[in-house]
């Protein structure tokens, strides 16, 4: 008779354990990038740089890379960081574009001096970067192309330092 109940009861917990629901744990994971770009600057003041960012230069996620269920852009925002050339007066438009949007222009009356008051540039359109997070979801990469032009007469060099906040929802491991 002990036996019959032993037996009842595991097959019981058996059902009871198989008949939950397989549901992922799913954990949000806070994180960001930062990329800095160098634009080298022609006498024609042109600017166009092409870059990546990529969901495996970022080792918050290296266990997640194959696990990643949502992607939600909090922000970017950039600065300029350097600027080398002849003239403290350069300035001029920068673009940044992916997935056929379009942020900007932003306009730079002095490279300078954005750099001497550390000038933020927020990039806050929400429905855009709604269309760039479901590009990194699905291909774990973001190509961005910066554009634009300046008042430069010379070769010049640009930095811009640019960050990513981002909240990505990934499978508990």
Known sequence: MKTVKKLSFV???FFFLSSCDDELTILDVNTSFTKEITLSIPASGEITMPYSINFSE????????????NVKINSIKYKVISFTGTSDTVGGE??????????????HNSFVN??????????????KLTILANKLKNAKQLDINVTGST??????TLILKIDFDLTVAVQAL
């Open 151 to 156: 008042n430069a007469t010379e070769m010049s």
């Open 58 to 69: 970022n080792t918050d996620l290296d266990d997640y890379l194959n696990h990643i269920e």
């Open 114 to 127: 954005d750099i001497q008051s550390q000038t933020t540039f927020p990039i806050n359109d929400v429905d």
């Open 11 to 13: 097959i019981l917990c």
């Open 94 to 107: 920068v673009s940044l574009a992916s997935e056929g949007e379009i942020f900007g222009p932003y306009t």
